[in-house]
């Protein structure tokens, strides 16, 4: 496939300037249709993990084969590339933007944004050198959203013989894909390109074994489970318990590299993006204006960080009037204390075990599903269900929940709505007290992320398909993070959506305790402005922001520095350091949740007022979902001018 793939970069490199007249201006004779569905599944073709994520073989039957490989990270793999995307580009420039409807001239954009940011990562940053976390990752994930959307079959099994000899065939492949990441990285150390090493330890060093595990015991186990008396059960354990030590080893040899080549850095800073850098995504990948810069949001983001915790001592005092909670409120110091105070009261109501703790949220997850389809907020089916699941270990690290949608291109699978398991850490348990479940149900189930993809999973073909890439990766530090403006911004706005009044429950759905853990991570997102922009610029640094966060989000200034004693410190500590890393290593992405809200919240007011008497909330939702994930500077003139429209 390879070797292909470069003889067709070749002929439309050899091809795009065949007259004088073709290479001097617009080209008539190439079609936008085609050229889009060149590029898309060419991107796939460069990119087999988002291929899997995007149930690109249900797209088109000749993409099947992708699911059985890993990208290609060889010199030559990235030679293809980079010349595929500069054809892309030179092809683009030919089609004049006069001859495209509304929708085509936004893919146009779309398309041209993601090539910049591809080859902007390839030639520019040469982050191949040091993109640890995208290499130790990509196999499981592959692997794991190859599982999730499996045909099922009888007795509640999954996968064919067909999808899982492209399993075997994938986990064949990962011992020559981490030697090429291998030798991209010893390419980084000579020439001084190398990773933070906070990324070297939490992504490489530590996933290594719960990785190796994964391929050589629990992978093997879980086709059996699937399989269990299908006809190619013993074939498929066989062959991947004979595949999977050969995986196994290759992540323990990459953790022994990684230690061995990165010993010299360890402990330098090298995550900041830099100002230049910073100011470029923003345009380019986030779709802001010239005003937004990162000085300016750094700016901004104090301010939303001083409302929303005065909303929070408002919530917290009447909560504290409710549970007859004597505290002081007589200054904005003493009243953040007093914030935590009543925090701290309310996590003695926890689960006692994680098996409880599931429990809680998959009912207040059910309940956010007939409280919206009650008040007519959204129509979700009759049958619609929720997959809340144990994160997995290589994963724990970075997250402490999460959602990956089903494939959106099948209409096999279905979403998971990942949590991270406290393993009878006490304090991780209190943080996940009875009362902050409801938000995070919000945002990671309904109406949050799983509605949001089920909604548009339903209409995928209507949607551009440019416009359900994730250039770079789906989510690690090689991600452009276009996607993330309206997917995230979606789901916190669905935070706030639920607790907004209605006629018969005038405080929303939220009880004033769930406000207050609304209100909570409302602060969180608008701190992760200021501190994101920080990290990436210089005006903050990583013992700063954690610093910051835990005075501004958690109001528990103090709790990296004790001995580590008291479980609910601990685990906040801990939770602040995980979210200052994530921040350090995704520039931009942090920033997607407030700024992603704020536009949606804006589009809503404004067709509001266009439409008068005539607005529905439900309508705007629909209207909303059906873009695709691409950030509202691309589309927000045109869905204006369509609600204009008589």
Known sequence: MRSSRRILASLVLAGSCMSSSACS????????????????????????????????????????????????????????????????????????????????????????AQVRFLLHLLDDLRYFQRSVDTYT???????????????????????????????????????AYLHAAQLNLREGIQAGNVPDHRMVRFDGIDTAASNAAYFAETLPALAGRYLKSQPCEVDVVKRLQ?????????????????????????????????????????????????????????????????????????????VARRRKLRLDWGSRAASLRSVRAVMDVLSRDYPQSDG???????????????????????????????????????????LEAAYYPAPVFKSSGIGRFYLTASHGDLGVLKENNVHAVADLCAHEGFPGHDWQYQYMRQRSRSIGNVRWLTPGAVEDSSSMWEDSMFSEGWALYAEQLVGEPQPDAPAGF??????????????????????????????????????YYLENVEFLPDACAGSGKDPVRAAVCAAARRAIYRYSKWPTQAITYHLGKRDILDLRERVRRLQGGGFSLRGFHERFLAVGTIPAGYFREQLLQEVRRP
Request: hydrophobic share 35%; aromatic share 10%; no cysteine.
């Open 242 to 318: 004979e595949a999977g030590p050969a995986a196994a080893g290759a992540f323990r040899e990459m953790g022994s590299f990684l230690e061995e080549a990165y010993g010299s850095s360890a402990g330098a800073d090298r995550y900041a993006a830099g100002e230049q850098e910073y100011a470029w995504r923003l345009s380019n990948n986030l779709r802001l204006g010239p005003q937004e810069t990162a000085g300016s949001l750094f700016e901004y983001a104090r301010g939303k960080v001083e409302d929303s915790q005065g909303q929070l001592i408002e919530v917290a005092q009447e």
């Open 137 to 175: 990752v990509a196999p499981f994930r592959s692997v794991d959203w190859q599982i999730q959307q499996m045909t099922g079959i009888e007795g509640g099994g999954r996968g064919t013989a067909q999808e899982w000899d492209r399993v075997v065939r994938r986990v064949r492949a990962i011992p």
């Open 356 to 398: 409880e703790m599931f429990r809680i949220y998959r009912a207040k997850a059910m309940e956010l599903v007939e409280y919206a389809r009650r008040h007519g907020m959204f129509d979700p089916p009759k049958e619609y269900r929720l997959e809340i699941v144990e994160t997995p270990p290589m994963l724990e690290g970075t």
């Open 25 to 112: 201006g617009k080209d008539a004779r190439l079609t936008w249709s085609d050229l889009r569905e060149r590029y898309f599944t060419g991107y796939l073709e460069r990119d087999p993990v988002t291929a899997t994520y995007l149930g690109g073989d249900a797209y088109s039957p000749a993409l099947a084969d992708l699911n059985a490989t890993l990208p290609d990270v060889t010199k030559e793999g990235r030679a293809d590339a980079v010349a595929f995307y500069r054809s892309i580009l030179a092809s683009l420039e030919k089609i004049d933007p006069a001859t495209l409807g509304p929708d085509g001239a936004i893919d146009r954009e779309v398309v041209r």
């Open 510 to 547: 939220y009880a004033p305790e769930e406000r207050l853990y609304q209100l909570k991570w409302q602060t969180l997102r608008d701190a992760r402005v200021r501190i994101d922009t920080g990290l990436h610029t210089g005006r903050m640094g990583f013992d700063e922001a954690v610093r």
